[in-house]
């Protein structure tokens, strides 16, 4: 079984599975695990691990359009190096506070890899669930994607400065909570634009077409098939969310990221160009390095 058939039947057995992160009242929650095979090359120093684990959940958060009100982790490894450790605490602490958030603790354990499990909380009245689009509304993304396809080329590359420093993302936490007053579905775009569109396609009973001159492609990532990297390598932690036409210009003002609108809401299927979209991604459990 596959991750996206586990994924399939936990969504069978818990109601309330399907969105970026679960939600209990007015409050959000959202676990993920992160192992040093699978999402962090050769390279990647603690300090980037702790921020980018951090991040990734705080990500979830924003995805819901909740404003973050702290996280936690479980922090494993075959030994327990004072740098290693330290590292790792400053780079959870240091994205929290990008987000206005505290990193309040959480665990150590052995393990025979580095592994790390983080858990996210927001709160929010009005949570952006990922079945909400209509058609005839708009999809767009926040920033540009492509960021973590491009840090993969300079780990590749030995550039491992430039390679941290592109894996550090700041999460579009602000921006959800802007978003949550306008969009009707939102999710992160960690699985990749293409992925994304399919899953709330998917979940909302409806179509996209989107095309590929409108995509916002980072400036750090090269190659003639950037575009098809951008849209499919996944772990950007951008936004998707669909919103009505009007309401785009209040939107974009409200945000501190570019918001650009990609396609629209269709009756059905998937389209780039008038083309069938792949639904290509991100799977968890392939090599960091892609």
């Not at 780079?91 to 505290?102: F, K, P, Q, W, Y």
């Amino acid at each position: 079984m596959d991750e996206r058939a586990a994924l399939a039947l936990v969504g069978d057995l818990v109601d309330a599975a399907g969105d970026d992160a679960a939600v209990l009242g007015e409050t959000v929650v959202t676990i993920d695990m992160l192992h040093e095979t699978t999402d962090f090359p050769a390279g990647t120093t603690r300090y980037t691990a702790g921020w980018r684990a951090v991040g990734a959940s705080l990500s979830d958060v924003a995805a819901m359009g909740a404003a973050a009100t702290g996280a936690v982790g479980v922090y494993g490894a075959p030994a327990f190096d004072p740098e290693d450790v330290e590292a790792f605490v400053r780079g959870a602490l240091d994205v929290c506070e990008r987000v206005d958030t505290d990193y309040v603790g959480g665990d150590l354990d052995g393990h025979d890899e580095f592994t790390v499990a983080t858990t996210a909380l927001g709160e929010t009245p009005t949570p952006v669930p990922r079945d909400g689009a209509n058609v005839g509304e708009v999809v767009a993304v926040t920033g540009a994607l492509g960021r973590s396809a491009a840090a993969i080329e300079a780990f590749d590359a030995g550039e491992t400065e430039r390679a941290n420093e592109l894996f550090r993302f700041v999460p579009r936490v602000r921006a959800g909570v802007a978003l949550r007053e306008h969009a009707s579905a939102m999710m992160d775009s960690s699985d990749g634009l293409a992925r994304s569109l399919h899953q709330l396609a998917e979940a909302s009973d409806a179509g996209f077409a989107v095309e590929s001159a409108a995509i916002p492609v980072h400036d750090a990532l090269g190659g003639d098939d950037r575009l098809a990297r951008a849209t499919t390598f996944g772990e950007d932690f951008e936004l998707v969310c669909t919103l009505p036409a009007d309401a785009v210009a209040v939107a974009r003002d409200a945000l501190d990221v570019p918001l650009t609108v990609v396609g629209e809401v269709t009756e059905r299927n998937v389209t780039m160009d008038g083309e069938a979209l792949p639904d290509r991604g991100y799977t968890h459990g392939e090599s960091a390095s892609r």
